[in-house]
Nanobody, 118 residues
Framework: QEHLLESGGALVQPGGSLRLSCVAS????????MSWVRQAPGKGPEWVAD????????DYANSVKGRFTISRDNGKNTVYLQMNSLRPDDTGLYYC???????????RGQGTQVTVSS
C-alpha cells in the first residue's frame, strides 16, 4: 500500500530554519516526481515545490523561492524540504504528495505542522 509519512515540523521563531522529511513506501519512489504542499489555517492548499524523479529538476512557488530547497534521496525513499529565513506567513500544515505541481494529490501524507511565531 502506498504511504507517505512526513516529519520535522515544529514551532520556530521568525528567521529560523527547519528541515522537513517525507518517507515513502509501497511504490517505486524513484520513478515519480514529488511535491511539497502547505495549507495555512482557513486557506486552501498552496503548492510549494516539486522535484523530478532523479532530482535533476526542481521548481518553487514564488513565495518560497530563494528560501526553501527541495531535495531527495532515492536510496532512502525520502524527499526533503529545507526551509530557511522562515516567516510567520509560512505557518501551516506541510505535506508531501506524489507527482509534480498539481491541484490534487491522490497519494499524499497526513502532514507535519510548521508554526513560525515569536
Amino acid at each position: 500500500q502506498e504511504h507517505l509519512l512526513e516529519s520535522g515540523g515544529a514551532l520556530v521563531q521568525p528567521g529560523g530554519s527547519l528541515r522537513l522529511s517525507c518517507v515513502a513506501s509501497g511504490f517505486f519512489f524513484s520513478g515519480y516526481y514529488m511535491s511539497w504542499v502547505r495549507q495555512a489555517p482557513g486557506k486552501g492548499p498552496e503548492w510549494v515545490a516539486d522535484i523530478s524523479s532523479h532530482g535533476s529538476t526542481t521548481d518553487y512557488a514564488n513565495s518560497v523561492k530563494g528560501r526553501f530547497t527541495i531535495s531527495r534521496d532515492n536510496g532512502k525513499n525520502t524527499v526533503y524540504l529545507q526551509m530557511n529565513s522562515l516567516r510567520p506567513d509560512d505557518t501551516g500544515l506541510y505535506y508531501c504528495g506524489r507527482g509534480p505541481h498539481s491541484n490534487f494529490y491522490p497519494i499524499r501524507g497526513q502532514g507535519t505542522q510548521v508554526t513560525v511565531s515569536s
